[in-house]
Every structure is written in structure tokens, then in C-alpha cells.
């Protein structure tokens, strides 16, 4: 705020610039333990990539896809109306690990290969803020994707250790053609995203000439650092592995994850230290590759037989971390969720993405509707996602939870754990502390609450005020909503024809043929 200056909060918008809608948010009455933790748990926040609301069978009740999360959320808490900060790569990440919308940290869009900075420095994350208190050692593991040069590198944002990709699997080049692609697609036509076939010594390859990172054809990295120097201003000394091998990642995240808990529960010094260990995967994001293990799933519903096997890999995955937290002997707090909703279909084959569940948008989605409700969007498909928490001796078994809720809120709930006062930071936390509905049932802060939405440009255009959807669209017409009904108004902005009905943005009451559009 410069002194003297009209200062504008930016995420303040007229309500009178939206057109709102009724969501439904029921779900079943919860049993809550009374008992409080004796002391802050070992944490393990685990990241989906592109992971669809209704790709978890606790949440469609259909069973078979996802057997291990279905059974951590059937072993503690399930939120039906779990949200995330953007709903795509870069921006989700930003909220999830700062507390803050993108409209604070100018984290609104994707790095890439060629970026040179990250997210900005000054920027705390929830590993800087567990550290510093001195209780945690954090380590992370998976995709960071908020800058991969120094000072952007995870180890000099309070991470110990990192072992993963520094972007999104399918920015750049690969030796092989992992099982979701065709070798003959080629992503600047426009067809699936999948990376390209690097160059062999002579040069030839998908990338064609040169190779650089503004082509998008750098062979994509393995990273493992330890310690704050990453090897070098690009970090390069660290790198394990490059191009990573696609068919074997998932494996070794879930094995490094798994070490470091097992060595954590043999640490003299765990009490004193406690874990925080995230865990990014690279499932469901394109490209779809997995061990051999995992080959020829049958096909389930609209969803391809290399879906489901990327399903099937991921889902061990969490069940092994749940199982190496278990064996432990030492308190855990397991949070499961993603990062946002499945991918649109503008990329990618329509067998091979996820689904929203009953959040799919089927009006928009329909001719002149206006295009895609998923990942890159403000609808629900795209920004509401599925949330388990677990943690033994304090969350019942088979606990739901209807409350709005956040990715946003995470960071303020683990540091309220550790018992950290965020006032202390100059910086403002749109997150809520969620401890009390952990340990009591209290959901009263979940009520009447409001989230925001960026698009996919970072604009606001949508928000969430309790248990009403806000929405602004830009069409030529210019109208407003008011009632239930269309009427006119001077502004640019109106609402699409799906705000005619009485149930305007109802997308809970949709069929739930989520993956129809196709």
C-alpha cells in the first residue's frame, strides 16, 4: 500500500458484477472423536495431478478404480466440497503452499522450461513456516513446478531434501513413448499433449533442430537435492536423471516417500522433529506411463484401459506412504488431494482424462454452450476436487464433512498445529484453520464463507458465498440475472443461457455421465 494512495483490495469485486446460484452441499451427519492431539503430528500432504472429483470411488460410490483411497477416506474424513486455489498446474501449487490466492503472490499462471525466475522469494511457504518454528523437517518429493533456477528451487523454500520434476511431465522431450501416447502425435498440431521423442546423436527426433527450452524440447529432468546449494544458479549438479524414465516414477516417489518415513520413525530426535513430507505425484497429468506391472487394466466405464492403469499405479502409491505412516508407530496426519480437476478435451483423448463427477458442466459443455468446465476453468469441474484427511486417534473413521473448504486452508491449519502464530508474518492468509472441525466437529467457520476463482488467465470471474456460485462471463449480449431470469443491464458481462432455469449454476444436478462431453 503506497502512502497517500487509494488502495483497492484486488480480490474486492462488486457484488452487484456477479450472477449467483444455489450449489448443493448435503452430505451425512459425521461422528467426531474428542480427543486433541498431544502434540503436532508427522504430516503428509499428498498432491494429484489433474485428479477428477469423481475419479475417487468414496465420492461416486462406485468401487474398483481407487481401492486405497477409498479405504484412507473410509478410515477417516471425506470432504464433499473440497476446493483448490486455480485449477491449473503453477497457480494451484502457489496457493496451496503460500495460503494466499494468485492475485497476492502474481503466481497466476504456468513456468515453464524456459522460465528463469519462479515464484517470487519473498513468498513464505508452508515448509519455510513449519522449519522456522523449529519443529519440522520438510521434504518434498514429486513435481514443483513454482521455478526450478536458485533461489526458486524447493530446497531454498524450506525444503531439506526434493526428489522430482521441476514442471509438468509433457514440457519437453522423452527416450521413449510412454503408454498414453501415440508416437506419431505431434503437440503443436494441436493433438494430445504428450512430449516429444528427444533427439538421437545425429539429431534426429521429435524436437527437430536445436533443442532449446523455448522450444519446448529440453529433455526433461530428475531432480535430488539436498541442502540449500541445488548445484550451480541452474541447479543443474542436481539433476539424476535426464530425460526421467516415465515407466518407473511413480514407483520411486512412493519408495523415497516411504524411506523417509520409515528412517524418520528410527530418529532418537523424531519427538523433538516431526516430519512434514509432500508429495507431488505426476498422476494423472499427461503423458500417462506406468510400470509394467500395471499393464492391461480393463477399461472402467468411458475410461481407457491406460487410464485406469494410471489410476491403479497412483492408487498404490498412496496406499503404500498410508501404509509406511502406519507401521511407523508415530502420529500422522494423511491429507489427500490434487491439484485440479481433470484435464479438458482440447488436449487429450477423451478415454484418457478424469472425470468431475456430477460437476460436469453438461449445459456449458453443449453446442453454443460456450466450451470446456474443467481444468483451466472457474467451474466447479475445474476447481473442486476431492479432500481425505486421516489421522488415526483423532478423526473417526467414516467422518464426511459438507463445509466449503480449501486448499488455502491447509497452511494455516499445519501451522495451528505447531502451534505457530501467523500474525507474525507481514502478509495477509486467505485460508482458514480447520483444527477445530478436525478435532471437534466444529465446521462453524466453514459456514457463509467466500473463495475465489481466477480463470485460467487470472482473472476473477467466479466465487463461492457459502452455498452460492458466483459468476461472471463475458458475451456480447449484455444482461444480468436477476431472479432466476435474464434481464438488461449496461455492463459487458451476462450470464449464459444455463442461468434461465430456476437451478442457474446447479451442476450438482447434473447427470453424472461426467465424461459425456467426450
Keep these: 500500500r503506497q502512502t497517500g494512495a487509494k488502495w483497492r483490495n484486488p480480490l474486492r469485486v462488486d457484488a452487484t458484477d456477479f450472477c449467483m446460484a444455489r450449489v448443493d452441499s448435503s452430505a451425512s451427519p459425521t461422528a467426531w472423536r474428542n480427543d486433541a492431539p498431544a502434540a503436532p503430528p508427522n504430516i503428509a500432504l499428498l498432491f494429484l495431478d489433474d485428479f477428477g472429483w469423481g475419479d475417487l470411488g468414496a465420492n461416486t460410490g462406485e468401487s474398483g478404480l481407487t481401492p486405497e483411497m477409498d479405504r484412507l477416506a473410509a478410515d477417516g474424513l471425506r470432504w464433499t466440497d473440497w476446493h483448490v486455489g486455480f485449477s491449473v498446474c503453477t497457480p494451484s501449487r502457489a496457493a496451496l503452499l503460500t495460503g494466499r490466492y494468485g492475485a497476492r503472490t502474481g503466481v497466476t499462471s504456468n513456468f515453464g522450461p524456459g522460465s528463469i525466475y519462479g515464484m517470487a522469494a519473498t513468498e513464505l511457504t508452508m515448509a519455510d513456516i513449519l522449519s522456522e518454528a523449529g519443529f519440522y523437517e520438510a521434504h518434498m518429493i514429486g513435481k514443483w513446478h513454482l521455478g526450478h533456477n536458485a533461489p526458486y528451487h524447493p530446497t531454498y523454500r524450506g525444503f531439506l531434501s526434493w526428489y522430482g520434476l521441476p514442471y509438468s511431465g509433457d514440457m519437453g522431450c522423452l527416450d521413449s513413448t510412454p503408454q498414453g501416447c501415440h508416437a506419431d502425435w505431434n503437440r503443436s498440431a494441436g493433438q494430445p499433449a504428450c512430449p516429444s521423442l528427444c533427439p538421437d546423436d545425429e539429431g534426429r527426433g521429435g524436437c527437430g533442430n536445436g533443442g532449446s527450452a523455448e522450444s519446448g524440447c529440453v529433455a526433461i529432468p530428475l531432480y535430488d537435492t539436498h541442502g540449500r546449494d541445488c548445484g550451480g544458479v541452474d541447479c543443474a549438479q542436481s539433476i539424476v536423471e535426464q530425460p526421467f524414465d516415465p515407466f518407473g516414477l511413480n514407483a520411486r516417489y512412493a519408495a523415497r516417500a516411504a524411506a523417509l518415513i520409515d528412517a524418520h520413525a528410527t530418529n532418537r530426535s523424531a ?233 442457474l449454476l446447479r451442476q450438482a444436478s447434473t447427470a453424472s455421465t461426467a465424461s459425456t462431453a467426450c
Design 271 to 503: 519427538e523433538e522433529h516431526p516430519l512434514f513430507l509432500y508429495v507431488a505425484f505426476a498422476h494423472t497429468h499427461t503423458p500417462l506411463a506406468y510400470a509394467q506391472r500395471w499393464e492391461n487394466r480393463t477399461a472402467h466405464g468411458e475410461h481407457s484401459s491406460v487410464f485406469v492403469s494410471t489410476v491403479a499405479e497412483v492408487d498404490w502409491a498412496v496406499g503404500e506412504i498410508r501404509s509406511a505412516a502406519d507401521r511407523s508407530g508415530e502420529s500422522w496426519l494423511v491429507w489427500l488431494t490434487a491439484d485440479n480437476g481433470p484435464a479438458d478435451l482440447a488436449s487429450v483423448a477423451c478415454d484418457s482424462i478424469g472425470s468431475p463427477g456430477p460437476f460436469a458442466g453438461a449445459w456449458q459443455r453443449s453446442e453454443g454452450g460456450g466450451g470446456g468446465t474443467c481444468k483451466g476453468t472457474t467451474w466447479e469441474g475445474g476447481h473442486r476436487v476431492m479432500g481425505i484427511t486421516y489421522w488415526p486417534g483423532i478423526v473417526a473413521p467414516g467422518s464426511v464433512l459438507a463445509g466449503l473448504a480449501h486448499t488455502l486452508d491447509l497452511l494455516p491449519t499445519f501451522a495451528a498445529l505447531a502451534g505457530v502464530d501467523l500474525g507474525r508474518y507481514d502478509r495477509a492468509y486467505d485460508g482458514i484453520d480447520l483444527s477445530p472441525a478436525l478435532e471437534r466437529g466444529d465446521t462453524s467457520a466453514l459456514a457463509d464463507r467466500t473463495l475465489f476463482h481466477q480463470d485460467g488467465n487470472g482473472r476473477l470471474n467466479a466465487m463461492r458465498v457459502g452455498v452460492t456460485a458466483v459468476r461472471l462471463i463475458p458475451l456480447p449480449a449484455a444482461h444480468v440475472c436477476v431472479g432466476g431470469g435474464l434481464s438488461t443491464w449496461s455492463s459487458t458481462w451476462t450470464c449464459a443461457r444455463v442461468w434461465r432455469e430456476r437451478r
